[in-house]
């Protein structure tokens, strides 16, 4: 079965750090861009950082740069995002997804990936 499967999530208090992972399971991530996403309880779908298919380009939602860091491990077949100094603002539900492409580009725009989804981890920053 082809699917991204996501790990990492928990309840972290405000300041604290969870790291996520996005594995995928019946294919190779070598040549697909990798977008994380998350959506809080009454809140549209946002996206968070995404980064192509080589690691080269990465971009991150304004909400996020400086804090999170995404990065890919293409042996161990997994994309991990860092997060760093959380925020109650930061708890969601995170998806990863991704999208065939060997341009070195990326983008945070949910159209974009349309090939794979995750089921998502819960994130839940507070004290």
């Known amino acids: 079965q082809l699917q991204l499967v996501e790990s990492g999530g928990g309840l972290v208090q405000p300041g604290g750090s969870l790291r996520l992972s996005c594995a995928a399971s019946?294919?190779?991530?070598?040549?697909?861009?990798i977008g994380w996403f998350r959506q809080a309880p009454g809140k549209e779908r946002e996206g968070v950082a995404c980064?192509?298919?080589?690691?080269?380009?990465?971009n991150y939602a304004d909400s996020v740069k400086g804090r999170f860091t995404i990065s890919r491990d293409n042996a161990k077949n997994m994309v991990t995002l860092q997060m760093n100094s959380l925020r109650p603002t930061d708890t969601g539900v995170y998806y990863c997804?991704?999208?065939?492409?060997?341009?070195?580009?990326?983008?945070?725009?949910?159209?974009?990936?349309?090939?794979?989804w995750g089921q998502g981890t819960q994130v839940t920053v507070s004290s």
């Open positions: 997804a991704a999208r065939y492409s060997v341009r070195p580009i990326c983008s945070m725009r949910e159209g974009y990936f349309g090939d794979y």
């Open positions: 019946g294919f190779t991530l070598d040549y697909y861009a």
């Open positions: 980064i192509s298919s080589s690691g080269g380009s990465t």
